[in-house]
């Protein structure tokens, strides 16, 4: 171990440049910091040295990181999380935490969890700041490199959602698929059979960054693949399209139960396996270091345990 160029680097030195990753501005860094723009700029030069790259490059008014500095992202936010765990693992009071959490969900996912999001933030931790981000802005590289605390999403658990071994998921609520469709639509008082389902063209719903679902995979194979005419980011815009077409949807129970956009559609059992769907809470290992992320973690998983 390289013990001298480890004395070089001080955690001043991480904390400024794993601000900068996240704000990707001298001047929001520093206000992070409380410190003055020019001790930021000083700071990331010496990095700079020490790591021999350049970190961010200027694209008009905007810092863009290289590819070095993204690359050591998950690094650093490991090494800060293990240090703030170290100093703050006997002193961590819910009622006195004055720090920010973050979450990444899709925005029909807020509907189900908007209960315990609440409870969280109006009585148990009412100091603290809580920041939900859209699943497409913020995904699971966000989360390694410490940009979110924690992402809750629906999905299919009976294929792993992601290989990512430092990413941890634990399924809060295990749900079922039906079939969504418009009150007026052919199949409304008709039995759902495979063919009547494949007859008709859907809508489906977007995520780059989970597999292709096990219900899609075995219509494939033992059927044929779904006619997908509208594909959009969240539940609630696929509803919206279900009341003025004759799209069929197919998903979570629990959502269209309560999401005020699927009122008034009419739901059916889907006819076929589709194996296993779940809502999950997905996290990075050196999270655990923080008291405050374990307390936060919990919240969720004792919540949901108590309501179903």
Known sequence: MDYLHLSRVSLKHLTALHIMLNTHSVTLTADQLCVSPSSVSKTLTQLRGLLRDELFYRDGTKLIPTPFAIQIAPTVHA????????????????????????????????????????????????????????????????????????????????????????????TIHSDEMICLMDANHPLANRPLTIDSYLSYQHVAILDKELSQPYFEQHLVQQHKARDIAVTVSDFGS????????????????????????AKGLISKPLPFDYGKVAYSLVWSKPNMNDQAMKWLRDQFLESALSEH
């Not at 009585?123 to 605390?149: C, H, M, N, R, W």
Request: proline residues 5%.
């Open 79 to 170: 090494i800060l999380s293990s240090m703030n765990g170290l100093l703050h693992q006997k002193s961590f009071s819910p009622a006195e935490y004055q720090g920010s959490f973050s979450l990444a969900m899709r925005e029909s996912t807020f509907e189900l969890f908007a209960p315990i999001i609440g409870k969280i933030t109006t009585q148990s931790a009412p100091k603290a700041s809580l920041t939900v981000y859209s699943k497409e802005q913020l995904g699971f590289d966000a989360l390694l490199s410490g940009q979110i605390d924690f992402i809750l999403l629906p999905h299919d658990i009976s294929q792993p959602p992601t290989n990512n071994k430092d990413l941890v998921w634990q």
């Open 238 to 261: 696929a509803a919206v399209m279900c009341h003025h077409t004759e799209l069929l949807f197919t998903c979570s129970t629990a959502w269209s139960q309560m999401a005020l956009q």
